[in-house]
């Protein structure tokens, strides 16, 4: 079963607004939390993690909010811009280095 | 900057041949990992490797071995390639620990006749 659950599976957004990407997770074994971006014939590129011990973490126009006791995480992405039309990956890291990914989402930001 | 490539972006095999998919990391970085990309699945790990010689069992190791016998190569092998394994594959690699960003090739889309 989908270790990871994101929503939504797509998403269009008017430019200069915020998009919103939501995951969900069960397993408190899962001790880091990474964003990935990827463009279409590219592969993912980390955008932006966090750790549990900390709610919230901001990189530019990306934050990541973390509800610990909730189990979800989300990214933010203010003054959104036609360049960050890609699709989003959450994900979840257990011990070593078995990491688990959400099915995806894919964002269009439309000028 | 770090850079993986993989051999191929496309590929089409037939049923029941021996597929081999070639990785290679420019960064000696020390792992290495091969995901399946599919709509509405998301990334699931296959293996991945920690050394050369060494590897671990991802998610979905079924149908498919992998090999590492230097540090910046690592290919994944479709025994007997089956209509189920057309798929996008990914190859990654990060410097040492977990957290290290993990940076990704390209791809290899995988058609199964």
């Known amino acids: 079963q989908q270790q990871v659950k994101q929503s939504p599976q797509s998403l269009i957004v008017q430019k200069g607004g915020i998009s919103i990407i939501n995951c969900a997770y069960e397993?408190?074994?899962?001790?880091?939390f990474p964003w990935y971006q990827q463009f279409p014939g590219k592969g993912p590129a980390l955008l932006i993690a966090i750790r549990p011990d900390v709610s919230e973490k901001k990189e530019g126009r990306f934050t990541i909010s973390f509800n610990k006791s909730a189990k979800q995480f989300s990214l933010h992405i203010m003054d959104s811009q036609p360049g960050d039309s890609a699709t989003y990956f959450c994900a979840a890291r257990r011990s070593g280095n078995q990491f688990y990914f959400g099915t995806g989402t894919s964002l269009t930001v439309i000028p | 900057d770090v850079k993986v490539t993989q051999s191929s972006r496309y590929l089409v095999k037939r049923t029941g041949e021996k597929v081999f998919l070639e990785c290679v990391q420019d960064?000696?970085?020390?792992?290495m990992f091969w995901y399946r990309q599919d709509p509405g699945l998301g990334l699931r790990l296959i293996y991945f490797s920690y050394d050369v010689k060494m590897k671990e069992k991802g998610d979905i190791p079924e149908g498919y071995s992998v090999s590492r016998e230097k540090k910046e190569r690592f290919s994944l092998i479709l025994e007997s390639a089956s209509t189920n394994q057309t798929s996008m594959y990914l190859c990654?690699?990060?410097?040492?620990?977990?957290?290290?960003?993990?940076?990704f090739g390209p791809g290899t889309r995988l058609t199964v006749l």
């Open positions: 960064m000696d970085h020390e792992n």
């Open positions: 397993n408190t074994a899962f001790d880091y």
């Open positions: 990654a690699s990060s410097l040492r620990t977990s957290t290290d960003t993990q940076y």
